[in-house]
C-alpha cells in the first residue's frame, strides 16, 4: 500500500535546529517534496529532492535516501515564524499524483 | 508569481444541495488538482486533470465529480452535499514540462454541509 508517515507535533526553540523526518512507502518514486503550511492558509513549496543527498536552501535544508525511502527536514536558526505545519509529499511514477503525508506542526517556543 | 484562485473562501451549503467550487490558475499549467485536507488525514486527492477535458480519479472521488472545459479553470462539484463533506478544500495546479516543479496551491475554501 502507499503511505508517508511523519510525527503528528514537535516542540522546538527559538535559534534552535530541529530535524523532521519522512518515511514513505509508495508504488513509485519520482520525487519527494516538503511543504510548509501556515494555519489557515495555502501550502507553499519549500524543497524538491529527486536524488539522494542533501539540498540545502539557506536555513532549511533536506535529505533524500530512496533505498530507505526516507527524508527529512532540517530548520536552522528557528524562528518564531517557522511555526506551522509540514508536509512531506511523494510523486509516484508518471509524474502527475503525488501523495501527501498528514504533516507535522511545529511549533518554536521562545 | 503564480496564482492559483479559489472563488471563496468560505461557503455554508445544505443537505441535497449541488455544490459547485472553482478553481482558476494564470501559469499555462497542464496539470490541476482538487483536494480535501481534513485533520491528521492530511490532504487527500480527490480528482485530478493533466489537460483540458481530462480527469482522473484520485483516492476519495466518490460523491464529486469534476469539470474541465479550458485549460485554466478546474472546477469541483459536489453532486448532492452531505455532512461528511463539511472540510477544506484546495485546488493546485502544476507544469508537466518539468519533472521538479511543485504544485502550486490556492487558499482553499473552507466548506459547511448543513
Known amino acids: 500500500g502507499q503511505n508517508i508517515d511523519q510525527p503528528t507535533e514537535m516542540t522546538a526553540t527559538e535559534g534552535a535546529i530541529v530535524q523532521i523526518n519522512c518515511t514513505y512507502q509508495?508504488?513509485?518514486?519520482?520525487?519527494l517534496f516538503w511543504y510548509q503550511q501556515h494555519a489557515g492558509e495555502a501550502p507553499t513549496f519549500l524543497s524538491y529532492?529527486?536524488?539522494?543527498g542533501l539540498e540545502e536552501k539557506g536555513r532549511f535544508s533536506s535529505f533524500l535516501s530512496r533505498s530507505k525511502g526516507y527524508s527529512y527536514l532540517l530548520l536552522k536558526e528557528l524562528q518564531m515564524k517557522d511555526s506551522a505545519s509540514y508536509l512531506c509529499?511523494?510523486?509516484?511514477?508518471?509524474?502527475?499524483?503525488?501523495?501527501f503525508g498528514a504533516g507535522t506542526r511545529l511549533f518554536v517556543k521562545a | 508569481d503564480v496564482k492559483v484562485t479559489q472563488s471563496s473562501r468560505y461557503l455554508v451549503k445544505r443537505t441535497g444541495e449541488k455544490v459547485f467550487l472553482e478553481c482558476v490558475q494564470d501559469?499555462?499549467?497542464?496539470?490541476m488538482f482538487w483536494y480535501r485536507q481534513d485533520p491528521g488525514l492530511g490532504l487527500r486527492l480527490i480528482y485530478f486533470?493533466?489537460?483540458?477535458?481530462?480527469?482522473e480519479k484520485g483516492d476519495i472521488p466518490e460523491g464529486y465529480s469534476v469539470s474541465r472545459e479550458k485549460k485554466e479553470r478546474f472546477s469541483l462539484i459536489l453532486e448532492s452535499a452531505s455532512t461528511n463533506q463539511t472540510s477544506m478544500y484546495l485546488c493546485?495546479?502544476?507544469?508537466?514540462?518539468?519533472?521538479?516543479?511543485?504544485?502550486?496551491f490556492g487558499d482553499g475554501t473552507r466548506l459547511s454541509i448543513l
Open positions: 493546485a495546479s502544476s507544469s508537466r514540462r518539468l519533472s521538479n516543479q511543485p504544485q502550486h
Open positions: 509508495t508504488s513509485g518514486f519520482n520525487g
Open positions: 529532492n529527486v536524488l539522494d
Open positions: 509529499a511523494v510523486r509516484e511514477n508518471g509524474g502527475f499524483k503525488t501523495i
Open positions: 501559469m499555462d499549467h497542464e496539470n
Open positions: 486533470s493533466y489537460d483540458v477535458k481530462m480527469k
